[in-house]
T-cell receptor, first 114, second 114 residues
Framework: AQSVAQPEDQVNVAEGNPLTVKCTYS??????LFWYVQYPNRGLQFLLK??????LVKGSYGFEAEFNKSQTSFHLKKPSALVSDSALYFC????????????FGAGTRLFVKA | ETGVTQTPRHLVMGMTNKKSLKCEQH?????MYWYKQSAKKPLELMFV???????ENNSVPSRFSPECPNSSHLFLHLHTLQPEDSALYLC?????????????FGSGTRLTVV
């Protein structure tokens, strides 16, 4: 079955330190990959996407993500975390086989301590 | 605001009640979605409509009944719900399948079934 795994329920990092939020997926073919962020009492907001090309993609608010095809991973990164980055982050994968299904992970809560 | 508006923001209903959730978008998107968000679980795709035609019904119980009168409006009619149906219900829209530009989400309706 197709799935997206975010192995960490929560990631804690000190402000100013680099952060990584992990995502691996089990989807055949060459899927499209996404990261979304959810702030309290809000819906999900699009952060960045990977379709093809350079394995390092840049998105909103200084975030970037690294695609690794051999490991089927798409980890979210930021060189220097801010307290305001504290939120729930979702990895999502859209199979390139037609249809309207996008598969989401369970989310990882990022907590940035001042 | 993201361009996708959901009402009400909060809803408490008894198991014998009938209520409806509403979603509206004026982004010119052709596809609209209902997702269920429960804590520490992947987002669950419930229904997808493309140009107001249903394209996905992800084995959702019949106590949830969607309606899409046009490409801008989506409803979720609720009746005889169970306490385990308590969750955040998210509406989203996209241009085509959403693979190129991702989804735009509303802020959700927090549903509590008592």
């Amino acid at each position: 079955a197709q799935s997206v795994a975010q192995p960490e329920d929560q990631v804690n990092v000190a402000e100013g330190n680099p952060l990584t939020v992990k995502c691996t997926y089990s989807v055949s073919g060459n899927p499209y990959l996404f990261w979304y962020v959810q702030y309290p009492n809000r819906g999900l907001q699009f952060l960045l996407k990977y379709i093809t090309g350079d394995n390092l993609v840049k998105g909103s608010y200084g975030f970037e993500a690294e695609f690794n095809k051999s490991q089927t991973s798409f980890h979210l990164k930021k060189p220097s975390a801010l307290v305001s980055d504290s939120a729930l982050y979702f990895c999502a994968v859209s199979p390139n086989t037609g249809g309207f299904k996008t598969i989401f992970g369970a989310g990882t809560r990022l907590f940035v301590k001042a | 605001e993201t361009g996708v508006t959901q009402t009400p923001r909060h809803l408490v209903m008894g198991m014998t009640n009938k209520k409806s959730l509403k979603c509206e978008q004026h982004l010119g998107h052709n596809a609209m979605y209902w997702y269920k968000q429960s804590a520490k679980k992947p987002l669950e795709l419930m229904f997808v409509y493309n140009f107001k035609e249903q394209t996905e019904n992800n084995s959702v119980p019949s106590r949830f009944s969607p309606e899409c009168p046009n490409s801008s409006h989506l409803f979720l009619h609720l009746h005889t719900l169970q306490p385990e149906d308590s969750a955040l219900y998210l509406c989203a829209s996209s241009q085509d399948t959403g693979r190129r530009k991702g989804y735009t989400f509303g802020s959700g309706t927090r549903l509590t079934v008592v």
